[in-house]
């Protein structure tokens, strides 16, 4: 057996024929969820299963002898029609690495757009839930002189400054929190949670009173 410090226990290595001749590790123990996440209520109902898919969310320079395999399990909820995963990835699995932030002129657009609203509440303790490369805090801190700012990042790639401060992990309810947050920021992470309720409900315990949430998101509709 081999152990992933921290994490979980990862099966021994076997032979996979539906991914060629390589080696593949088989993800030992996952974070169930057997309700609904709009209506709490189970049983749910299966829907189709996707055997041995690579784990890590990214792109990788390592040999494929290394990936982690998992099975994909779906399942509906007749009451809602949600569909959703029955079994999860530990988030230190599937995040392990710096995925890199959106790059191009529609990323560019984006992150002024996201920027000019920020800045248009003038906010003066922000902390932001997975804040990747730095580029709204750069942004930010940039055109507001006054603004501190606070990155909350598994896998931060971006050096501290003066006014941009990291905190390595994900975001929970023993995170520390500066005093003071008058805003919460995240730029397309709700659709990587596995709990949005309670990811809210611990937004809403870290701000002050008449304190803001910006955030931005996939446009599902459109996609």
């Not at 152990?3 to 593949?24: E, S």
């Not at 792109?59 to 959703?84: F, L, N, R, S």
């Not at 920020?118 to 055109?143: C, D, K, N, W, Y």
């Not at 500066?178 to 990587?192: A, L, R, T, Y």
């Amino acid at each position: 057996m081999r152990k992933v410090p921290g994490l979980i226990r990862i099966a021994k290595a076997h032979l996979d024929p539906d991914f060629g001749t390589y080696i593949m590790r088989s993800l030992e123990r996952y974070i169930e969820r057997p309700n609904s996440v709009l209506s709490g209520k189970g049983p749910l109902e299966p829907l189709h299963s996707l055997k041995r898919v690579p784990v890590f969310f990214g792109c990788v320079d390592t040999p494929p002898e290394d990936d982690i395999a998992a099975d994909m399990d779906w399942a509906i909820d007749p009451e809602t029609g949600m569909v959703q995963l029955t079994r999860l990835i530990p988030p230190e699995i599937l995040y392990r690495g710096q995925h890199f932030d959106g790059f191009g002129p529609t990323w560019e657009l984006y992150y002024d757009n996201l920027s000019e609203l920020i800045r248009s509440f003038s906010p003066r303790v922000v902390v932001e839930i997975g804040g990747g490369m730095g580029v709204l805090a750069q942004r930010v801190t940039t055109a507001e002189k006054d603004v501190v700012w606070h990155i909350i990042e598994p896998n931060p790639d971006f050096q501290p400054t003066d006014r941009i401060h990291v905190h390595r992990g994900f975001f929970g309810e023993d995170t520390p929190m500066p005093k003071g947050v008058d805003m919460v920021v995240f730029s397309q992470v709700m659709e990587h949670v596995y709990d949005p309720e309670k990811f809210v409900r611990m937004i809403a315990a870290v701000l002050r009173p008449g304190g803001k949430l910006v955030f931005g998101h996939p446009n599902l509709l459109w996609m």
